[in-house]
């Protein structure tokens, strides 16, 4: 079983750029499909990113396509979203989730999830 901490959230205007943490705890991030979501207030849960446990490969959402970056850092066991030219649709709060499996889009399909982070940004 794994334990998730994210972290790296705040407030940006837009056009700023964040860089979202997730700390992992209890099993190895390579162990995984990690996953990050969001979910902006009177919405369902949305897929935003993930990188693949067994070859690494990543997929985004088409909305932050070019904007954001997965990735994964084994030695500190820690997954990383980097987001640039941010927009104020992009506000929400940013989920770091694990799967035991291929890659999916689906929430639902994943096990492990952290606490979130917000990520607000201004006009």
């Known amino acids: 079983q794994v334990q998730l901490v994210e972290s790296g959230g705040g407030l940006v205007q837009s056009g700023g750029s964040l860089r979202l943490s997730c700390a992992a705890s209890?099993?190895?991030?390579?162990?995984?499909?990690m996953g990050w979501f969001r979910q902006a207030p009177g919405k369902s849960r949305e897929f935003v990113a993930y990188?693949?446990?067994?070859?690494?490969?990543?997929d985004y959402t088409d909305s932050v396509k070019g904007r954001f970056t997965i990735s994964r850092d084994n030695a500190n066991n820690t997954v990383h979203l980097q987001m640039n030219s941010l927009r104020p649709e992009d506000t929400a709060v940013y989920y770091c989730?694990?799967?035991?499996?291929?890659?999916?889009?689906?929430?639902?399909?994943?096990?492990?999830w952290g606490q979130g982070t917000q990520v607000t940004v201004s006009s």
């Open positions: 989730a694990a799967r035991i499996g291929s890659s999916q889009y689906a929430a639902a399909s994943y096990n492990y």
């Open positions: 209890g099993r190895t991030v390579s162990s995984y499909t």
């Open positions: 990188i693949n446990r067994y070859n690494g490969s990543t």
